[in-house]
Nanobody, 123 residues
Framework: QVQLVESGGGLVQAGGSLRLSCAAP????????MGWFRQAPGKEREFVVA????????AYADSVKGRFTNSGDGAKSTVYLQMNSLKPEDTAVYYC????????????????WGQGTQVTVSS
């Protein structure tokens, strides 16, 4: 089975930056849609970004547009989420996920998930 592993989370002050990584061994990030979701304390898991290499499309949630940037390294089977200008409301557990669907922005559309990495932004 495919195993996704996130890393790069941590504690950062408001306005700072972090880069999250998601390793997807055995799964080509060129072939599948790769997405990021997050879940803050007391809130539902929400969509952050999804990238479909085959279509050359990347969709960002309005809450992170202009601040977060998704990228990938096909040779390393790894996707990255560069997070800049972080805000306290960005505090959440961040999950990467993989989908066989060409368009996927809902949790139920993803087949494989990582265990999550904690991002905490202090004010």
């Amino acid at each position: 089975q495919v195993q996704l592993v996130e890393s790069g989370g941590g504690l950062v002050q408001a306005g700072g930056s972090l880069r999250l990584s998601c390793a997807a061994p055995g799964r080509s990030i060129r072939r599948y849609t790769m997405g990021w979701f997050r879940q803050a304390p007391g809130k539902e898991r929400e969509f952050v970004v999804a990238a479909t290499w085959s279509r050359g499309t990347t969709a960002y949630a309005d809450s992170v547009k202009g601040r977060f940037t998704n990228s990938g390294d096909g040779a390393k089977s790894t996707v990255y989420l560069q997070m800049n200008s972080l805000k306290p409301e960005d505090t959440a557990v961040y999950y990467c996920a993989s989908s066989t669907r060409p368009v996927a922005e809902l949790q139920d559309e993803y087949d494989y998930w990582g265990q999550g990495t904690q991002v905490t932004v202090s004010s």
